[in-house]
């Protein structure tokens, strides 16, 4: 084999080549887990065991301290304040690992399901003593069930262009009368919402849940 590389260069010159694709595909898919590891062990995933998308992007280049242009995360348990069992997937523009995780800007969707929405409500109004969640794709409500009866509630954009569910029917004087969505997202200490600072764009009632645009801008995960 010797010889014969030796007596055809050309030949030794393209099984260096190859040797050195090799170690470069071989060192590129070791990077990119590395980088999927790291984004999986923030805070804001923990539990959720996310899919990673370095999109276009180089893991080695990104260890160095490299932006990655665009990543990819999806996760469909996530955890957005009060709501669980979120189905999440974002885009992260100008995501930077070193030394601590930074990004430009990020957009989503998040899919909050109606038993989601049941345990937020229960949660978050009490006094409604709220049973079940109903989606109503034709007029974009939700009736929520009770022992009492049942309630429709509309989506509503406040003066201050926050987002809140708006309960019919409810007495003026009631807690549960308008319910700010973006406070509920980011009412416990971590999670994607906390992290990414969403702010909701647009939000609609479709059959298999709350469906929310969301917005962040960079900070920290």
């Not at 309630?151 to 509503?156: F, N």
């Amino acid at each position: 084999m010797k010889t014969a590389l030796v007596e055809h260069p050309v030949l030794a010159l393209m099984t260096v080549l190859v040797c050195l694709t090799v170690l470069a595909v071989a060192a590129e898919l070791t990077a990119r887990r590395m980088v999927e590891d790291r984004v999986r062990a923030v805070p804001a995933w923990k539990g959720t065991n996310p899919t990673i998308d370095l999109r276009g992007g180089w893991g080695v280049t990104a260890l160095a301290g490299d932006r990655l242009p665009e990543v990819g995360i999806a996760s469909d348990n996530a955890t957005m304040g009060i709501f669980s069992g979120v189905r999440l997937h974002i885009e992260v523009f100008d995501l930077k690992l070193t030394p601590t995780p930074r990004f430009q800007r990020v957009h989503g969707l998040a899919v909050v399901s109606a038993d989601s929405l049941t345990e937020a409500f229960q949660r978050a109004a009490p006094s409604l003593g709220v049973t079940s969640v109903t989606m109503n794709v034709s007029d974009g409500t939700m009736t929520l069930k009770s022992v009492d009866g049942s309630r429709r509630v509309g989506l509503e954009t406040q003066a201050d262009g926050t987002m809140t569910f708006a309960v019919q029917g409810a007495a003026a004087h009631d807690t549960g009368r308008h319910i700010d969505i973006g406070t509920l997202m980011r009412s416990w200490t971590s999670g994607p919402a906390k992290s990414f600072a969403f702010n909701i764009q647009v939000m609609a009632v479709e059959r298999d849940g709350l469906h929310l645009i969301l917005e962040g801008l960079t900070g920290d995960h």
